[in-house]
Nanobody, 128 residues
Framework: EVQLVESGGGSVQVGASLRLSCTSS????????MGWYRQAPGNAPGDECE???????????AYAGSVKVRFTISQDNAKNTVYLQMNNLKPEDSGVYHC??????????????????WGPGTQVTVSS
């Protein structure tokens, strides 16, 4: 059974940093592309879902424009864990962050999480 469990969210002030973790099981982690989504249902239509970052099997990374430079995705194969280091947080970064296995290679705005396997999420709230 595939399981993904996120942790590390919280409520922070503008400019703060957070490090999210996602521990996985039930699949061969080092053979799988991983990604982080943000869902913010209260946002305007078209701005409710975003695929923020992807790390591929060869450890190459890619980021949505909204988080490039500020966020870093990484992984630890020995721990089957993928991380998202988030720096200089802004109010628009608020939402529920989900990690996902084999996300589609389309960073940015999405209609919904488009992965077969994704975790329940961890809440991030950034206030000014």
């Amino acid at each position: 059974e595939v399981q993904l469990v996120e942790s590390g969210g919280g409520s922070v002030q503008v400019g703060a940093s957070l490090r999210l973790s996602c521990t996985s099981s039930g699949f061969i982690f080092e053979h799988t592309n991983m990604g982080w989504y943000r869902q913010a249902p209260g946002n305007a239509p078209g701005d409710e879902c975003e695929l923020l970052a992807i790390i591929e099997r060869d450890v190459s990374t890619a980021y949505a424009g909204s988080v490039k430079v500020r966020f870093t995705i990484s992984q630890d194969n020995a721990k089957n864990t993928v991380y998202l280091q988030m720096n200089n947080l802004k109010p628009e970064d608020s939402g529920v962050y989900h990690c996902a296995a084999d996300p589609p290679p389309f960073l940015g705005v999405c209609r919904a999480v488009a992965s077969d396997y994704w975790g329940p999420g961890t809440q991030v709230t950034v206030s000014s």
